[in-house]
């Protein structure tokens, strides 16, 4: 029986991954999840296995190309027994006369296919619905045409609508395309269109950041008798794993009128990469002491570096990450949570400042960061957000409780 294999599921967050080697050939006998191709996400290299034994009958895939989960990428030829077990069995036909048969048994009634919506003029006989404004309302047309070019609502943002209420009309469209072929062009590389991606789907919740001052001179002062030695980044981590295992309901996802709880504190962190960004993950970082992060921290730096994530660290994603704009100089920002999550903490640049001292009641010069906290709304409020970050900055300022 003819079986397709299908583009997995890769990740809650991942919408297409690109093949990079495929591994099999035609007429090649495979067992079950047996390694077929290796794929890139915008998190990790991954691989695709088989659905179940069998003879390779075809590839589709190609290298290079992505494709979205649930595309099929080749078939094999396998028995009842495992085929059976399949979620999806392509209907095939052995010949013309069967599938004319199959059609004349299972009519499709003509007057449904080719319904577009019925819209209410509002200016002139324009389709324009009731309430809609300017490129928030995207015709069919339109639409048709965006999806035949691969585009998305994001990408009209540049456009001036010149139809009824500022709607971006077909025409303006087209005369933004062509004036784009009169400009300088580079393609988008497959983890730059996947972090578009994932941060568009991100900006559809209600988000929010607030941020504090902390003093690290304790910090660094334990990093100095710390053998490994711990950077800012991993002190972070801890903390941020230790105040969620407090309040887990933090870090939950709002499902329906439910919010869900985390069952394990796994903490991502982010790693630039060539041309985007990488989130390796560590799982219950709540249970793991400070000076056994050290090892797992930098080996996942490099694996992640040389696009190498092993699955345990990618998949499924963390409940928050942590990201370090510090070291690029920078004193402030509002990180965004990937899709999959409703937190990231950020650490800013480290500044030496003069605190007063009241004991000695005069200045002292003192090693100051700014840390944020970006959340989605609809969990946290300010005021639990702001509790939380306290909580975390508490912590960074008594590393020994790390």
Not at 12 to 23: C, L, M, Q, W, Y
Not at 46 to 51: A, F, G, H
Request: hydrophobic share 40%.
């Amino acid at each position: 029986m003819r079986v397709p294999i299908l583009m997995p599921q890769l990740g809650e967050s991942i919408a297409e991954a690109t093949v990079r080697d495929i591994k099999i050939e035609i007429g090649q006998q495979v067992t079950a999840d047996e390694d077929l191709l290796e794929v890139e996400t915008e998190k990790a290299m991954m691989e695709v296995t088989t659905p179940c034994p069998g003879k390779i009958l075809e590839i589709i895939a190609e290298v290079d190309i992505s494709y979205p989960v649930g595309a099929t990428l080749g078939y094999l030829e396998a028995t009842e027994e495992y085929a059976d077990k399949n979620l999806q069995i392509e209907e095939t036909f052995d010949s013309e006369e069967e599938q004319s048969n199959f059609a004349e048994n299972n009519p499709i009634d003509a007057s449904e296919l080719n319904k577009s919506p019925s819209v209410t003029p509002t200016i002139e006989g324009l389709p324009v619905p009731a309430k809609a404004s300017g490129a928030k309302y995207i015709s069919p047309r339109l639409r048709a045409r965006m999806e035949e070019l691969g585009l998305n609502t994001a990408d009209l943002a540049g456009i001036a609508g010149s139809g009824a209420g500022g709607r971006v009309t077909v025409e303006d469209f087209e005369s933004f395309m062509h004036d784009l072929e009169t400009k300088k062009t580079s393609p988008a590389s497959s983890m730059r269109i996947a972090v578009a991606d994932s941060m568009r789907r991100s900006w559809s919740r209600p988000l929010a950041t607030v941020g504090s001052p902390v003093k690290l001179d304790s910090l660094l002062e334990h990093r100095k008798s710390s053998t490994p030695k711990p950077g800012p980044t991993i002190y972070a981590i801890r903390a941020l794993a230790l105040a969620l295992s407090e309040r887990t309901a933090s870090a939950g996802r709002l499902v329906g009128n439910q919010i869900i709880h985390p069952d394990s504190i796994d903490i991502g962190f982010a790693v630039e990469v060539d041309d985007g960004v990488l989130v390796p993950v560590i799982r219950k970082v709540d249970q793991i002491p400070l000076k056994d992060l050290v090892g797992q921290y930098s080996s996942l730096v490099d694996a992640a570096k040389k696009r190498r994530l092993p699955k345990e660290a990618s998949n499924p994603p963390g409940i928050a990450t942590v990201t370090n704009f510090g070291t690029f100089g920078i004193v402030w920002a509002t990180p965004i949570p990937l899709p999959e999550q409703n937190i990231v903490l950020g650490l800013g640049f480290g500044q030496q400042k003069p605190s007063w001292d009241k004991e000695k009641e005069c200045w002292t010069p003192v090693v100051e960061a700014e840390i944020t906290l970006s959340f989605d709304h609809r969990i946290l409020d300010g005021g639990g957000a702001g509790r939380l970050l306290s909580r975390i900055a508490e912590l960074l300022q008594s590393p020994e409780d790390l």
